[in-house]
């Protein structure tokens, strides 16, 4: 069983949907990770949120919008996405200021039709 | 220049065989290092921590170089099932003491019969 949680698996959907994916970690951590992964591409980082704040947003388009209610909990936003956008996103969630890994949710897999 | 890098490869390695390979960081002050395994379409799972002293785990060795801001993998008496992306993580550093996870872009390793 993974400590982070990530929902839905799979999601198709259209260019003018709007659609939200769940980030949730049960390992008391205090940063959370949005990272996409095209196919055969590097891990980017998308958002960073630490204790609740975003401390990092790596030039991502509007169409993606992060949202971290509490520490457990991470969701991102889609709207009006694009076919470019089809990927893998991964959630991770980590414990800043210790010298512990992060923990990567299993991924939600979008496709963008 | 990027902040963590590796060799792309693929390292194509008959079975049996060791194959090691290095990831360079660019921060002096980055604290925590590690290297995870990532499978195809499947999350980053974490492999190993790496220690200053070096360590190793199984048939898995780790070693850092600080003088040289490098980090090591060594992969000895190699499994098909070893076959993997294998991502370099550093952690921390003045700009970054809060502990943010810059990942390298991975580097494949595939093991032959």
């Known amino acids: 069983e993974t400590g982070v949680t990530q929902t839905p698996r799979h999601l198709v959907m259209g260019m003018t949907n709007k659609k939200s994916l769940k980030c949730e970690q049960h390992?008391?951590?205090?940063?959370m990770y949005w990272y996409k992964q095209s196919a055969k591409k590097p891990l980017e980082l998308m958002f960073v949120?630490?204790?609740?704040?975003?401390?990092e947003n790596n030039s991502v388009p509007s169409r993606f919008s992060p949202e971290c209610p509490n520490s457990s909990h991470l969701f991102l936003h889609l709207h009006t996405l694009q076919p470019e956008d089809s990927a893998l996103y991964l959630c991770?969630?980590?414990?800043?200021?210790?010298?512990?890994?992060?923990?990567f949710g299993q991924g939600t897999r979008l496709t963008v039709v | 220049r990027k902040e963590v890098e590796q060799d792309p490869g693929p390292f194509n390695v008959p079975e049996g065989a060791t194959v090691a390979f290095n990831c360079t960081y660019s921060?002096?002050?980055?604290?925590?290092f590690f290297w995870y395994r990532q499978d195809c379409r499947k999350e980053p799972k974490l492999l190993m921590s790496?220690?200053?002293s070096g360590n190793e785990d199984g048939r898995f060795t780790a070693q850092l170089n600080r003088a040289s801001q490098y980090i090591s993998l060594l992969i000895r008496d190699s499994k098909l099932s070893d076959s993997a992306t294998y991502l370099c993580?550093?952690?921390?550093?003045?700009?970054?003491?809060?502990?943010?996870?810059?990942f390298g872009a991975g580097t494949q390793v595939v093991v032959t019969p």
């Open positions: 991770a969630s980590s414990q800043v200021g210790l010298t512990t890994e992060a923990f």
């Open positions: 390992l008391g951590h205090n940063a």
């Open positions: 949120y630490s204790l609740e704040e975003r401390v």
């Open positions: 921060n002096s002050a980055s604290q925590s």
């Open positions: 790496v220690y200053s």
């Open positions: 993580v550093v952690t921390g550093g003045t700009t970054d003491s809060w502990g943010k996870l810059q």
